[in-house]
C-alpha cells in the first residue's frame, strides 16, 4: 500500500472518528438544553431552578465544545499536504513508541492495530515534532521518541 493511501485511511479514519464525537456532543447538548427549559410557572421548589441553571450551564458549554470541535474538523479536512520529508500540518507520523496524525486533536484511537493520538498544531508536543525528520530523535516529558516514517 503506498504512503498516501496510508496516511489518506488514517485521516479518513479520525475524521470518522471526529464526526462520531461531535455528534455524541450534540446528543448531550439537546439533553441539557431539554433540562435548562423548565415550565417556570408550574415550578415551585428552588432545586428546580438550581437544576434549571445547572442544565443551562453544561449546555452553554458543550455548545463552545461543538462549535470549536466542528471548526477544528473543517480546517483539518483542508489540510492535505504533500508527501514532505518533515513533520508539518496534515502529517501522519509513525514513531518507536506512539503514532501522531498532526493537525486535529484527538484522545487515543487504534487503526490497523497500531496505537495513534491526534493532536493540534497548538500541542506542545507539536512544537517537538514540526521540522523533524525520519531518523530523529524527539525528547518530550521525559519519554524519547524515534521518528520511524512521515506520510
Given at each position: 500500500m503506498s504512503k498516501k493511501h496510508i496516511r489518506k485511511e488514517v485521516i479518513d479514519y479520525l475524521?470518522?472518528?471526529?464526526?462520531?464525537?461531535?455528534?455524541?456532543?450534540k446528543e448531550s447538548y439537546?439533553?441539557?438544553a431539554e433540562g435548562?427549559?423548565?415550565d417556570e410557572e408550574s415550578t415551585l421548589e428552588l432545586d428546580d431552578f438550581s437544576q434549571q441553571n445547572q442544565s443551562t450551564d453544561a449546555a452553554r458549554n458543550l455548545l463552545v465544545r461543538i462549535n470549536q470541535a466542528t471548526?477544528?474538523?473543517?480546517?483539518?479536512?483542508?489540510?492535505?499536504?504533500e508527501l514532505v520529508d518533515e513533520i508539518?500540518?496534515?502529517?501522519?507520523?509513525f514513531t518507536n513508541k506512539l503514532n501522531f496524525v498532526i493537525g486535529l486533536s484527538f484522545k487515543d484511537f487504534e487503526w490497523e492495530n497500531k496505537k495513534f493520538v491526534g493532536i493540534s498544531t497548538?500541542?506542545?508536543?507539536?512544537?517537538?515534532?514540526?521540522?523533524?525528520?525520519?531518523?530523529?530523535?524527539?525528547?518530550?516529558?521525559?519519554?524519547?521518541?524515534?521518528?520511524?516514517e512521515i506520510l
Open positions: 475524521i470518522q472518528l471526529k464526526r462520531k464525537e461531535i455528534e455524541a456532543l439537546k439533553i441539557y435548562a427549559d423548565l471548526n477544528d474538523l473543517n480546517e483539518f479536512v483542508t489540510v492535505r499536504p508539518t500540518e496534515g502529517n501522519v507520523v497548538e500541542a506542545p508536543i507539536f512544537g517537538a515534532l514540526v521540522g523533524k525528520r525520519e531518523g530523529d530523535k524527539v525528547e518530550f516529558n521525559g519519554i524519547e521518541y524515534t521518528i520511524e
